[in-house]
């Protein structure tokens, strides 16, 4: 072989940077599939020195840490500088976890004690790292070490966590990775279908509107959202999501006159699709927008004020109409609701199944309304129950409901409904 491609081959296997073997490095030794006891180094406040003192001074700083790394580094350890801000001890075979224990213990102590002279700004960092550990064959010790790290990053910074199987962490992940699994394989074989909830009109007594509500349908049983929501969050699957529930539901009111209702998320209004996709649709199936009534949470507002704002305005004056879903939960305050001045507000279901023996649910609902009435907002109660639930909300001027009393979402129209 050429020199020229020896130093090639040398060079693509060690980081320039910092003069340690890289990811490429990294990846190709797991790859053996043997047994690691593996250890993954994060340095917690990287991103801040970075914003704060520039790359440069980011690059000196992981050149200072690779230093001390190398001189804390155990004899039959190899260490890999392996993404970013990661530096990875490798041990072939299985330590005992006592010794991983320890050991993790020993390099977090390390770095709370010393302190790391850039010269460059005269100026000695502190530096707190986060540690994940695991024993797993190849690749799998990886995943099982980011899992641990991840873990330990979100509760307590300069801590370490050892992948332990039978952790609350672990099992989440797993059930997590299992619907990321069911909504990939019910988009792909057509099973992610619309179901349709009545909306009642409580002067007339008759089904006016209709909730467009996700579900899968998977061995003759039906499967709520709420079961499968984060999947469809974490694997970026829902823009999806909510396309498919569009045109689903458009092609299902085009051959009647009622309104219908869709669920949008603060993420569709922030990759800014909806607009165009909404239009396209609704010309499609030929559809008044007026017909169209957007929900969406009153917090999407907190993602990009101004951003969000402009497009609801947009699709208003397309015709679009807007609702506020799940109104009195959290962070709900009057200021907001005026400020985007709903064509609806619903209000959240906690406060209606118990209305009629929860004082405090009657004074904040009754107060809901009245904001509501003076504003011109038309008001919608969830979780309508029975018929003592429907006779309050009644009474209390609540102008639609929405509930099981009526119907349970199906995937048909239920167009009639006689108390």
Known sequence: MPKEDLSNEFYSYVDLLTGLENRYAFFEYLESNSLFSLYLINLDNFSSINNSYGYKIGDKLLVEVSKMLKTIKPDNAILFRSNGDVFSFVVNGAVDKNKLKE???????????????IQEIDLDMKVSISMGASISNGVESLQQAELALSEAKKFNKNSYLIYDSSAEYVIKKIELDMWINKIKEALEDERLNTFYQPIINNKTNKIEKFECLARIEEDKKIICPYQFMQATKKSGLLILLTKTIIKQSFKKFSNNAFEFSLNITG???QVGYLEDFLVMNAKKYNIEPSRVILEILEDVIDINGDKIIAQLNNLRELGFQIAIDDFGAENSNFLRLLNLHPDYLKIDGAFIKNICTSKISQIIVQAIVNVCKQSDI???????HSKEVLDKVVDMG?????????????GELVTDFSS
């Open 103 to 117: 050991f993790c213990e020993s390099i977090i102590s390390f770095f709370n004690h010393i302190e790391l002279y």
């Open 267 to 269: 993420n569709d209004l």
């Open 378 to 384: 038309k008001v919608i109660a969830e979780f309508v």
């Open 398 to 410: 609540i102008d639609y409901s929405q509930g099981y009393y009526f119907s349970e979402p199906t």
